[in-house]
T-cell receptor, first 109, second 115 residues
Framework: GENVEQHPSTLSVQEGDSAVIKCTYS??????FPWYKQELGKRPQLIID?????GEKKDQRIAVTLNKTAKHFSLHITETQPEDSAVYFC????????FGGGTRLMVKP | SQTIHQWPATLVQPVGSPLSLECTVEGTSNPNLYWYRQAAGRGLQLLFY??????ISSEVPQNLSASRPQDRQFILSSKKLLLSDSGFYLC??????????????FGPGTRLTVT
């Protein structure tokens, strides 16, 4: 399957700061790049995704950027809030997903 | 609208006992279906996926098996549980065609503790 690496594995930021999580992949034919958020004890849910025909997509405080040449895509969260604390997963393209190892984001008030 | 159900929500089973977890999807047809396991504080491990009735692909060799007896029903089973089978089991579905989205929709999960 797709080889996916996600960094960092844990990230602690102060409320109001920005957070960036990066995911690298190996399949150059990939064309869909999603990010999922999993709050403690709950199911993962899609928060943002991007297709390969664009380089960046924003939705309020979150954004995803894609660098197809370097084969990585990143999640950006600005003005972080305590409710952003969760585990974030990237997933490689296409419908058979093998998720990255996850990043535990902790936002300190 | 589409919904996905899993049961039971929690389960405590002794080592060596059998297991059956069920997942059903409503409001869609011909979905891709998936079983994941998540150990405490760890990532999502894909166990099985299915693109149709009776079509099961295994990602990880182990003492678990999966079946899809109906289009919107996915079952995870084991004949003899191991301690290492403890975890949070998540079922998910996605639109097979991918024309709309490749998003995966997860069920509420089953928390399994093997004692």
């Amino acid at each position: 399957g797709e080889n996916v690496e996600q960094h960092p594995s844990t990230l602690s930021v102060q409320e109001g700061d920005s957070a960036v999580i990066k995911c690298t992949y190996s399949d150059s034919a990939s064309n869909y790049f999603p990010w999922y958020k999993q709050e403690l004890g709950k199911r993962p849910q899609l928060i943002i995704d991007i297709r390969s025909n664009v380089g960046e997509k924003k939705d309020q405080r979150i954004a995803v950027t894609l660098n197809k040449t370097a084969k990585h895509f990143s999640l950006h969260i600005t003005e972080t809030q305590p409710e952003d604390s969760a585990v974030y997963f990237c997933a490689p393209p296409d419908s058979m997903l093998t998720f990255g190892g996850g990043t535990r984001l902790m936002v300190k008030p | 609208s589409q919904t996905i159900h899993q049961w039971p929500a929690t389960l405590v089973q002794p080592v060596g006992s059998p297991l059956s977890l069920e997942c059903t999807v409503e409001g869609t047809s011909n979905p891709n279906l998936y079983w994941y396991r998540q150990a405490a504080g760890r990532g999502l491990q894909l166990l099985f996926y299915s693109v149709g009735i009776g079509q099961i692909s295994s990602e990880v060799p182990q003492n678990l098996s999966a079946s899809r007896p109906q289009d919107r029903q996915f079952i995870l089973s084991s004949k003899k549980l191991l301690l290492s089978d403890s975890g949070f089991y998540l079922c998910a579905w996605s639109d097979r065609s991918g024309r709309i989205s490749y998003e995966q929709y997860f069920g509420p999960g089953t928390r399994l503790t093997v004692t």
